[in-house]
């Protein structure tokens, strides 16, 4: 709303200021990790991807970034919002296939 003055006393370029509002909105409603005991799913803006975890070799973290989890086939697929911090939720929330650095 704070645009709102800008965009109508300005040009028509500076509608395009309303799209990085929106787009940042359904990063955070859409960007997840979810995790069972057999498959991890990671949604990204525009898809999602589904593996079992006997297709993961392991998990990598960069400094300050979310995970990536190597898979047999030499990809990575990177999970949104798992963090070094966030391990121990992933352990119970995979029934313990995937350890807790904490324990």
Excluded: K, Q
């Excluded at 709102?4 to 300005?10: F, R």
């Excluded at 990063?27 to 525009?46: F, G, Y």
């Amino acid at each position: 709303m704070g645009l709102l003055a800008v965009v109508l006393a300005g040009p028509a370029w500076f509608t395009a200021l309303f799209v990085i509002p929106v787009v940042a909105s359904a990063a955070v409603i859409r960007c997840r990790t979810t995790a069972d005991r057999d498959t991890v799913t990671a949604r990204s803006l525009v898809g999602s991807r589904t593996v079992a975890w006997e297709d993961v070799d392991g998990l990598r973290f960069d400094r300050g970034t979310w995970a990536a989890a190597h898979l047999r086939d030499g990809s990575d697929l990177r999970l949104p919002a798992v963090t070094f911090a966030t391990l121990p939720r992933l352990t119970a929330a995979t029934d313990g296939r995937v350890p807790n650095p904490y324990a």
